[in-house]
């Protein structure tokens, strides 16, 4: 059964910090690559970070350098460190395996809501 548990979220101030956590069933984790994902209200579902299994990193441009991801293989859980929060990092944040999250109606866990606001 495909299973992703994202945790982590809250309400932080802009400039604040966050770590998400999304533990994910071996027949996810072990593809090719893990990525984060968001979406705000409105929007479209992105891709925010990725990490390969073998741990090389990619991120969008609107988070690099202060967003950070990561994943213990042995826990099947990737992570995403966000410092210097911004108001427009404001979504519902999501992790699925990148190449399932291609596929139309693959399964996506519940996600976890992240509010910057003062």
């Known amino acids: 059964q495909v299973q992703l548990v994202e945790s982590g979220g809250g309400l932080v101030q802009p400039g604040g910090s966050l770590t998400l956590s999304c533990a994910a069933s071996?027949?996810?984790?072990?593809?090719?690559?893990m990525g984060w994902y968001r979406q705000a209200p409105g929007k479209q579902r992105e891709l925010v970070a990725s990490?390969?299994?073998?741990?090389?990193?990619s991120y969008e441009d609107a988070v690099k350098g202060r967003f950070t991801i990561s994943r213990d293989n042995a826990k099947n859980t990737v992570y995403l460190q966000m410092n210097s929060l911004k108001p427009e990092d404001t979504a519902v944040y999501y992790c699925?395996?990148?190449?399932?999250?291609?596929?139309?109606?693959?399964?996506w866990g519940q996600g976890t809501q992240v509010t910057v606001s003062s």
């Open positions: 990490v390969t299994r073998g741990g090389t990193t």
């Open positions: 071996g027949s996810i984790f072990g593809g090719y690559a």
């Open positions: 699925n395996d990148l190449a399932r999250a291609m596929i139309k109606g693959t399964d």
